[in-house]
């Protein structure tokens, strides 16, 4: 592990050191608490002022303090950096900095290191009091070496001790220095970021902070005889960086929404916990409501009296809400539902990935609920369709759900900063006298649309209900009426439908493989696409935002290739299994989706491992379809 | 006073008419002949125009049931949603718009069985709002099924035998929760007395609980009669702070007690006891509010919104 013969102090001056790359793909795991996150963010914040491209993602344990050195309790993060702009997680890890021998078991169980892998790993538990642990370590150093990965020993603790009291708190930003000189980053932009990462702590904090951040550095330097350097675009356009979830919360305010009613959520929370951070000085308020009923009938309640509200949940979330959706739907009342979705069934897997809330944000409700889905397929389209979305909302009179998932909320991108618009901001409540003959529903045949009085506005005085209403919004159980308010309400789906073009095809036009997703999968699949093309496969995909109503000209797409399949995080039958015939096997749900709609004989490629799909896992099936 | 509301000056309107009853009636009422909820009705329509309440500027939210038609009779805005889910509306309505004037009507099923949850925590909220529980011991839109409410042995489609359980005390368990602010009793056939109850809640600025003794003459004819008749049964809560009646509807009482509605412990010993006492049970005029938590905080300008959207940006900036 030590460098001998090299004892310059510059790394410029370091050729044979010094390694210039395309990318790499670092992770850091620990026992949760201690900072792995922290540091892996700053990491990639640090690397995105720089210019390079970044993706990064969070390994998050389902407990909050798990026994500590076990698998159950690996906690961290990914970091991609390239010389591209990066748009997803990629395959298996390039380097390693591990606390512990233990945690890592639970990255090799997913299969996220290779033979090659650089191992950084905590040296202290070889010479552990305790000769379990000792043992442990020696046993997990040799394994890890069988597996090919290159190990180094470091000693973390020991060196942080050297600054710092406590090393257990301060670890992580000793790690972050680390890691900074090993990839180059500029200290100066790092110790902004530490500033940054720390600045509701004390100067104190802040200063032994700092201090271990130079320390880490400065122990790679003399100490590492690795280097590696992944050149930067300097950016052209000013960019921001952050995760998907904070992206959802400055779209909220950006889109004019004033309140956002929510109750506590994995994965969706921490869009309220930044939103809470400021909406205050934006104008407006997060509602911590009683449960998820309640957090979604007080944002109905408000919107129903004024501006479109937002209210922002996960699948369990989702399920209670459903009455509530349903009503907003019946009675026409704007409202934005985000949904960042979690593995499922039922409690399912908090922390993880799926895309399994589709089926059920189309079709959840009893009776024919007709409503407007929307699915963002990177960080920044989740703060574009946030405002959007709202738009929708309020010029259809519907709900609109936007499904965002744990990928796009914990993963962190650079993405050029959003110039915010006044007309993005809702105009005040119309409060002049109701002009529409007394009709709260006076819709217009042609699209189903009309226009919302809002209490306050002298003449449009009516009961919203739930129950069939005619257009004056009188209850009615008269059957003509409710086929034609039902046909209404649908209308507005296939009016908003006319305002979408079809969907651009990345790759040719045509071929033998045509691949569909959805949501936070459209980086790997796309990465998958690119690296099959390079390899003479005739693939292409297509990613769609909305899903409800689909954007028009899939068939004609579809028919152009010899063979399409969607790849979906959901569940679906493997048409090897037992049992399993071409009539009675379960697609995943776009799949199921396109099926009905084009009648192409449409194959899906998914799972529910919980994981962000790897671009190599899509080229593998690719490479199988097209017998490459 | 005519139409004007000071909450809202901008909406100053000079030319407005003076409001008369029929202009907060709208249809006619489906509820059965002899149902209490009729004599509610007209004494807020009586409570809306002694108040000239712009209509438009007046919501009633509901729920399910009998009692959560109530909206649809009204001529001004109205939110008739989801069973048990009127206090969330109500509340998001208040919050947004604290210029409104809500009101809710819940009825026994509504309110302390599927909205118990919702009905606790709007107490604590305590939101500017006057809330109306039309309580009949029984499930009457659904034909006749036990309420929370229904007394012990209560004969019903889903306990042919006698229902088993004491029922939910909608006084006792008010007082119970933090932050309760207006707690009051009163029975349809009281006309006076219901009148300045509901009076006395709309002026309180906070989350008036009104339980109101409704009698539903088609599935519980017996225990209206009952109640009607037994003059003696029923107990009038007196104080200068209290609920205080028109000279002919203190007559009806047989039975006066003076109680103080500061007295919160006397007040859960009230609720608790064999007899019906009607009055204020409990006041705290300064609990504190969760409308005046958010207000403040609506209607930015949009110079405002743009500085505060741009600083947070500032903070992601590369």
Same mark, same amino acid.
């Given at each position: 592990?030590?460098?001998?013969?090299?004892?310059?102090?510059?790394? /410029?001056?370091?050729?044979? *050191?010094?390694?210039?790359?395309?990318?790499?793909?670092?992770?850091?795991?620990?026992?949760?608490?201690?900072?792995?996150?922290?540091?892996?963010?700053?990491?990639?914040?640090?690397?995105?002022?720089?210019?390079?491209?970044?993706?990064?993602?969070?390994?998050?344990?389902?407990?909050?303090?798990?026994?500590?050195?076990?698998?159950?309790?690996?906690?961290?993060?990914?970091?991609?950096?390239?010389?591209?702009?990066?748009?997803?997680?990629?395959?298996?890890?390039?380097?390693?900095?591990?606390?512990?021998?233990?945690?890592?078991?639970?990255?090799?169980?997913?299969?996220?290191?290779?033979?090659?892998?650089?191992?950084?790993?905590?040296?202290?538990?070889?010479?552990?009091?305790?000769? @379990?642990?000792?043992?442990?370590?020696?046993?997990?150093?040799?394994?890890?070496?069988?597996?090919?990965?290159? /190990?180094?020993?470091?000693?973390?603790?020991?060196?942080?001790?050297?600054?710092? %009291?406590?090393?257990?708190?301060?670890?992580?930003?000793?790690?972050?220095?680390?890691?900074?000189?090993?990839?180059?980053?500029?200290?100066?932009?790092?110790?902004?970021?530490?500033?940054?990462?720390?600045?509701?702590?004390?100067?104190?904090?802040?200063?032994?902070?700092?201090?271990?951040?130079?320390?880490?550095?400065?122990?790679?330097?003399?100490?590492?005889?690795?280097?590696?350097?992944?050149?930067?675009?300097?950016?052209?356009?000013?960019?921001?960086?952050?995760?998907?979830?904070? @992206?959802?919360?400055?779209?909220?305010?950006?889109?004019?929404?004033?309140?956002?009613?929510?109750?506590?959520?994995?994965?969706?929370?921490?869009? +309220?916990?930044?939103?809470?951070?400021?909406?205050?000085?934006?104008?407006?308020?997060?509602?911590?409501?009683?449960?998820?009923?309640?957090?979604?009938?007080?944002?109905?309640?408000?919107?129903?009296?004024?501006?479109?509200?937002?209210?922002? +949940?996960?699948?369990?979330?989702?399920?209670?809400?459903?009455?509530?959706?349903?009503?907003? /739907?019946?009675?026409?009342?704007?409202?934005?539902?985000?949904?960042?979705?979690?593995?499922?069934?039922?409690?399912?897997?908090?922390?993880?990935?799926?895309?399994?809330?589709?089926?059920?944000?189309?079709?959840?409700?009893?009776?024919?609920?007709?409503?407007?889905?929307?699915?963002?397929?990177?960080?920044?389209?989740?703060?574009?369709?946030?405002?959007?979305?709202?738009?929708?909302?309020?010029?259809?009179?519907?709900?609109?759900?936007?499904?965002?998932?744990?990928?796009?909320?914990?993963? /962190?991108?650079?993405?050029?900063?959003?110039?915010?618009?006044?007309?993005?901001?809702?105009?005040?409540?119309?409060?002049?006298?109701?002009?529409?003959?007394?009709?709260?529903?006076?819709?217009?045949?042609?699209?189903?649309?009309?226009?919302?009085?809002?209490?306050?506005?002298?003449?449009?005085?009516?009961?919203?209900?739930?129950?069939?209403?005619?257009?004056?919004?009188?209850?009615?159980?008269?059957?003509?009426?409710?086929?034609?308010?039902?046909?209404?309400?649908?209308?507005?789906?296939?009016?908003?439908?006319?305002?979408?073009? %079809?969907?651009?095809?990345?790759?040719?036009?045509?071929?033998?493989?045509?691949?569909?997703?959805?949501?936070?999968?459209?980086?790997?699949?796309?990465?998958?696409?690119?690296?099959?093309?390079?390899?003479?496969?005739?693939?292409?995909?297509?990613?769609?935002?909305?899903?409800?109503?689909?954007?028009?000209?899939?068939?004609?797409?579809?028919?152009?290739?010899?063979?399409?399949?969607?790849?979906?995080?959901?569940?679906?039958?493997?048409?090897?299994? %037992?049992?399993?015939?071409?009539?009675?096997?379960?697609?995943?749900?776009?799949?199921?989706?396109?099926?009905?709609?084009?009648?192409?004989?449409?194959?899906?490629?998914?799972?529910?491992?919980?994981?962000?799909?790897?671009?190599?896992?899509?080229?593998?099936?690719?490479? *199988?379809?097209?017998?490459? | 006073?005519?139409?004007?509301?000071?909450?809202?000056?901008?909406?100053?309107?000079?030319?407005?008419?003076?409001?008369?009853?029929?202009?907060?009636?709208?249809?006619?009422?489906?509820?059965? $002949?002899?149902?209490?909820?009729?004599?509610?009705?007209?004494?807020?329509?009586?409570?809306?125009?002694?108040?000239?309440?712009?209509?438009?500027?007046?919501?009633?939210?509901?729920?399910?049931?009998?009692?959560?038609?109530?909206?649809?009779?009204?001529?001004?805005?109205?939110?008739?949603?989801?069973?048990?889910?009127?206090? $969330?509306?109500?509340?998001?309505?208040?919050?947004?718009?604290?210029?409104?004037?809500?009101?809710?009507?819940?009825?026994?099923?509504?309110?302390?069985?599927?909205?118990?949850?919702?009905?606790?925590?709007?107490?604590?909220?305590?939101?500017?709002?006057?809330?109306?529980?039309?309580?009949?011991?029984?499930?009457?839109?659904?034909?006749?099924?036990?309420?929370?409410?229904?007394?012990?042995?209560?004969?019903?489609?889903?306990?042919?035998?006698?229902?088993?359980?004491?029922?939910?005390?909608?006084?006792?368990?008010?007082?119970?929760?933090?932050?309760?602010?207006?707690?009051?009793?009163?029975?349809?056939?009281?006309?006076?007395?219901?009148?300045?109850?509901?009076?006395?809640?709309?002026?309180?600025?906070?989350?008036?609980?009104?339980?109101?003794?409704?009698?539903?003459?088609?599935?519980?004819?017996?225990?209206?009669?009952?109640?009607?008749?037994?003059?003696?049964?029923?107990?009038?809560?007196?104080?200068? &702070?209290?609920?205080?009646?028109?000279?002919?509807?203190?007559?009806?009482?047989?039975? &006066?007690?003076?109680?103080?509605?500061?007295?919160?412990?006397?007040?859960? &010993?009230?609720?608790?006891?064999?007899?019906?006492?009607?009055?204020?049970?409990? &006041?705290?005029?300064?609990?504190?509010?969760?409308?005046?938590?958010?207000?403040?905080?609506?209607?930015?300008?949009?110079?405002?919104?743009?500085?505060?959207?741009?600083?947070?940006?500032?903070?992601?900036?590369?």
């Amino acid at each position: 592990m030590k460098n001998t013969t090299e004892q310059v102090e510059s790394p /410029v001056q370091l050729p044979n *050191k010094k390694k210039t790359l395309r990318g790499h793909i670092v992770e850091i795991v620990s026992d949760s608490g201690e900072g792995a996150q922290k540091a892996g963010q700053s990491f990639g914040a640090i690397s995105a002022k720089m210019g390079n491209g970044v993706w990064t993602v969070e390994i998050i344990p389902a407990d909050i303090q798990p026994p500590a050195r076990t698998k159950e309790s690996a906690s961290g993060i990914r970091i991609r950096l390239g010389s591209e702009t990066v748009t997803n997680a990629g395959d298996e890890a390039d380097l390693v900095v591990a606390f512990n021998e233990v945690v890592p078991y639970a990255r090799i169980e997913q299969k996220a290191y290779r033979e090659g892998t650089l191992f950084l790993i905590e040296s202290k538990w070889g010479e552990d009091n305790n000769k @379990a642990v000792r043992s442990s370590y020696a046993e997990a150093l040799e394994d890890f070496r069988n597996r090919g990965y290159r /190990v180094y020993e470091i000693p973390m603790e020991k060196e942080c001790l050297r600054w710092a %009291p406590n090393a257990k708190k301060g670890k992580n930003m000793w790690v972050l220095g680390l890691l900074c000189n090993i990839y180059q980053r500029d200290l100066g932009l790092a110790e902004g970021q530490v500033r940054q990462t720390f600045r509701k702590k004390s100067q104190e904090v802040i200063d032994s902070n700092l201090t271990l951040l130079k320390a880490g550095y400065g122990w790679a330097e003399e100490n590492l005889d690795f280097q590696f350097d992944i050149p930067a675009r300097k950016a052209e356009q000013e960019l921001v960086v952050m995760n998907g979830n904070e @992206a959802l919360s400055l779209g909220i305010v950006a889109s004019g929404i004033e309140v956002c009613s929510m109750y506590p959520i994995t994965p969706a929370t921490s869009t +309220t916990h930044h939103l809470a951070e400021y909406i205050e000085k934006a104008g407006g308020i997060v509602h911590q409501a009683e449960d998820e009923i309640a957090a979604i009938g007080f944002a109905i309640g408000s919107s129903y009296a004024g501006k479109t509200s937002v209210t922002v +949940t996960s699948g369990p979330g989702l399920a209670l809400k459903t009455e509530f959706i349903g009503l907003a /739907v019946m009675a026409e009342v704007p409202l934005v539902i985000i949904d960042v979705q979690r593995g499922g069934p039922s409690t399912g897997l908090p922390t993880k990935v799926e895309q399994s809330d589709l089926l059920a944000v189309l079709y959840g409700q009893p009776g024919d609920t007709p409503k407007i889905v929307l699915a963002p397929s990177t960080i920044e389209e989740c703060f574009q369709f946030v405002i959007l979305a709202r738009k929708i909302a309020e010029a259809f009179r519907v709900p609109v759900i936007l499904l965002s998932d744990a990928n796009l909320g914990t993963g /962190v991108q650079p993405f050029p900063r959003p110039s915010i618009q006044p007309e993005w901001l809702a105009a005040p409540i119309d409060q002049s006298p109701w002009k529409e003959n007394g009709k709260p529903y006076g819709w217009d045949p042609q699209t189903g649309l009309s226009r919302r009085p809002v209490p306050g506005q002298p003449g449009g005085e009516y009961t919203l209900t739930g129950l069939a209403h005619s257009e004056e919004g009188k209850v009615t159980y008269d059957p003509d009426i409710n086929q034609r308010a039902s046909a209404m309400r649908s209308r507005k789906l296939a009016a908003f439908g006319r305002t979408l073009k %079809p969907p651009v095809v990345h790759g040719d036009e045509e071929g033998d493989l045509l691949l569909v997703g959805w949501g936070s999968t459209r980086g790997a699949i796309e990465e998958a696409v690119d690296r099959a093309r390079e390899l003479g496969a005739k693939v292409s995909s297509l990613h769609l935002r909305f899903l409800s109503p689909m954007e028009p000209g899939l068939k004609d797409i579809f028919r152009r290739f010899g063979k399409v399949m969607t790849v979906e995080l959901n569940y679906s039958d493997n048409p090897n299994d %037992p049992l399993i015939t071409p009539e009675n096997r379960r697609y995943a749900q776009l799949a199921w989706m396109l099926r009905a709609s084009t009648l192409v004989d449409i194959d899906c490629f998914s799972n529910v491992q919980g994981q962000p799909i790897r671009p190599a896992s899509i080229l593998q099936m690719i490479r *199988k379809e097209l017998n490459l | 006073m005519f139409g004007l509301n000071t909450e809202c000056i901008l909406d100053l309107d000079t030319t407005r008419q003076y409001f008369t009853l029929d202009d907060y009636k709208k249809g006619t009422a489906r509820w059965c $002949p002899g149902c209490g909820d009729h004599s509610v009705l007209s004494a807020v329509q009586k409570l809306c125009r002694e108040e000239q309440l712009p209509p438009e500027k007046t919501v009633f939210v509901s729920g399910i049931g009998c009692s959560s038609r109530f909206p649809h009779y009204m001529d001004t805005y109205g939110f008739h949603g989801l069973h048990g889910r009127a206090f $969330p509306v109500a509340c998001g309505v208040k919050f947004r718009r604290p210029d409104l004037h809500v009101f809710v009507v819940t009825g026994d099923g509504d309110c302390c069985s599927i909205g118990a949850g919702a009905w606790l925590h709007a107490i604590r909220y305590n939101m500017n709002m006057t809330v109306l529980l039309f309580d009949n011991n029984i499930y009457g839109m659904t034909k006749k099924q036990t309420s929370p409410t229904s007394r012990m042995g209560t004969i019903s489609n889903t306990h042919p035998h006698g229902s088993v359980l004491p029922p939910v005390n909608p006084i006792q368990t008010t007082l119970g929760v933090a932050n309760a602010s207006f707690v009051a009793q009163t029975a349809d056939w009281v006309r006076g007395h219901l009148y300045a109850t509901i009076k006395a809640g709309y002026e309180h600025k906070g989350f008036s609980f009104i339980r109101i003794l409704v009698r539903c003459t088609h599935f519980m004819n017996e225990l209206a009669n009952e109640m009607i008749s037994n003059k003696e049964h029923l107990i009038m809560l007196s104080h200068e &702070q209290g609920i205080n009646p028109d000279e002919a509807t203190l007559k009806m009482f047989a039975r &006066q007690e003076a109680h103080d509605p500061t007295d919160i412990h006397r007040a859960r &010993q009230l609720a608790e006891s064999e007899e019906v006492h009607l009055g204020l049970f409990y &006041q705290d005029k300064n609990a504190p509010k969760y409308d005046q938590y958010g207000a403040h905080n609506l209607g930015f300008g949009v110079d405002q919104r743009m500085a505060a959207i741009n600083a947070e940006l500032d903070r992601f900036a590369v």
